[in-house]
């Protein structure tokens, strides 16, 4: 009885010391399809912004968790992913410390490009700057790519791995790029950035205005003719109480005179007049007595 009871004791054991193997070679087996690392020295900031975009190998079962380690002195600005093209904000937690690095974990829910920004401190000595970045190998990627900004006013420069310089056609800013592939988990690749700077200007501060063309289709313009009726029917009430304010006005005073005016017409008109010589009736408006020429007595 005893052996049986330590037989079905044993088994789940078994179970679970078969399933953490298998659990840890698939996280073990996470990998990330593309990584996009992009170096900005002094954009916004004077220290570097470190900006990363990737996604996950084809492949990759979802929803999962990975870690990516960031310099502990790093300040994590923004989590997101782009599953329509717009970058939408991801909750993370806290990232926590571990051997040296900071740990930024991350709930991947679908495939698409994630996206993650950071600022890094520069080491300068006058005039000259350098920044050493590292991909720690947290996971295999299968295509990496780096794209180092030139910031203004750098009059020279140096790369390890040496990149190639590269002109936007948009706006004219000069692009360093370098890339390489099949990265393997574990694998680390340093990337090294010197140059020299003669000012502390900032790049954004560089940055043309963009206006674009304003029409009805603006987002955030106020086209009058949405709101024309309004203001037209808003004027038409003020030009009504307008009106009645001063008819009221122009009023209030009218009907005690007219009144008295009535009254006075009526008494008048009531009042029978006759010539105290002859006794013949007047008329109201007479003065002298028609018949015999005497003035007239009126009653006051």
């Known amino acids: 009885m005893h052996g049986s009871f330590y037989k079905w004791l044993f088994l789940p054991l078994l179970f679970a010391l078969l399933i953490i193997p298998v659990t840890a070679n698939a996280q073990a087996g996470v990998a990330l399809d593309t990584l996009t690392v992009q170096l900005w020295p002094e954009f916004d900031q004077p220290s570097m ?13 979802f929803p999962l968790n990975i870690n990516l380690r960031i310099p502990v002195e790093a300040n994590l600005i923004a ?17 926590f410390e571990e051997d040296g690095w900071q740990v930024v974990t991350i709930t991947i829910d679908t495939a698409a490009i994630y996206h993650i920004e950071y600022y890094a401190p520069l080491t300068r000595s006058d005039a000259r700057r350098e920044f050493l970045y590292l991909w720690p190998g ?12 030139v ?45 020299t700077k003669t000012s502390d200007r900032l790049s954004v501060s560089d940055q043309p ?45 009218r009907p005690g005179p007219r009144l008295r005016h009535r009254v006075r017409e009526t008494e ?33």
């Open 151 to 195: 910031p203004v006013d750098t009059t020279e420069y140096t790369t390890d791995p040496q990149m190639r310089e590269v002109i936007s056609a948009d706006n004219g800013h000069t692009f360093l790029e370098w890339g390489t592939s099949n990265l393997q988990a574990g694998e680390q690749l340093p990337i090294r950035l010197t140059y």
């Open 268 to 300: 008048a008109v009531g009042a029978e007049i006759y010539c105290h010589q002859c006794g013949k009736r007047a008329q109201p408006a007479d003065r002298f007595c028609r018949t015999c020429g005497t003035r007239l007595r009126k009653e006051t």
């Open 138 to 149: 947290d996971y295999a990627v299968g295509i990496f790519n780096v794209s180092v900004k």
């Open 79 to 95: 989590v997101a992913y782009a599953p329509s093209g717009n970058l939408l904000n991801v909750p993370y937690p806290e990232p």
């Open 49 to 61: 912004l470190v900006i990363y975009d990737f996604t996950m190998a084809e492949g990759t079962s």
């Open 209 to 253: 205005l963009e206006t674009g063309t304003v029409d009805e289709s603006t987002q955030g313009r106020i086209s009058l003719s949405n709101y024309l009726p309004y203001i037209l029917a808003g004027l038409g009430i003020l030009l009504i109480l307008t009106g009645g304010l001063y008819f009221w006005q122009t009023s209030k005073g």
